[in-house]
């Protein structure tokens, strides 16, 4: 943990990560502050970076994308140019929530959400297969979550 950070900027942040909308007099209510007190914290906390943003958390099924995926892709090549073509690529699908960069056997573990079967077969095999570079791909579909991101342990 941050030695810049005190135990009422960790209650702030974990008050935030439960409720982002969180009006400001109810979290300085909430971290036993004053208003005034608690803005100039929050905005600390934003100009340091630690809070980077915030976001609405959007429930996939409701919006149609019952389908969740985690897909191990394996490219040819250790190339910048290969690498970079396959980032850009995989940045520009909206079916990819994440992409991360891995080590091991794998190169890259991506997170993906779609409407259904043939909408995972279509991408899997006509558009993942086809990207810049990939050799391998191996998917894993998600029965059921049993916990979700919930933010930060603080």
């Given at each position: 943990m941050r030695p810049d950070l005190d135990r009422t900027d960790l209650r702030i942040l974990r008050e935030l990560q439960r409720d982002g909308r969180l009006p400001m007099v109810e979290l300085a209510e909430r971290v036993s502050l004053s208003p005034t007190a608690c803005q100039r914290r929050v905005r600390?906390?934003?100009?340091?970076?630690?809070?980077?943003?915030?976001?609405?958390?959007?429930?996939?099924?409701?919006?149609?994308?019952?389908?969740?995926?985690?897909v191990r892709v394996s490219i040819e090549r250790?190339?910048?140019?290969?690498?970079?073509?396959?980032?850009?690529?995989?940045?520009?699908?909206?079916?990819?929530?994440?992409?991360?960069v891995m080590t091991g056997d794998l190169d890259f573990l991506l997170h993906v959400q779609v409407a259904d079967l043939q909408a995972f077969a279509e991408f899997s095999m006509k558009v993942l297969i086809?990207?810049?570079?990939?050799?391998?791909?191996?998917?894993?579909?998600?029965?059921?979550a049993i916990k979700r991101d919930e933010g930060l342990a603080l």
């Open positions: 600390k906390l934003e100009d340091i970076g630690v809070i980077q943003r915030y976001a609405a958390i959007l429930d996939p099924a409701a919006l149609g994308r019952r389908v969740e995926a985690f250790q190339s910048r140019d290969v690498t970079l073509a396959f980032e850009e690529a995989i940045r520009a699908r909206a079916e990819v929530r994440a992409c991360y086809g990207l810049p570079g990939v050799k391998d791909v191996r998917s894993s579909l998600v029965l059921e």
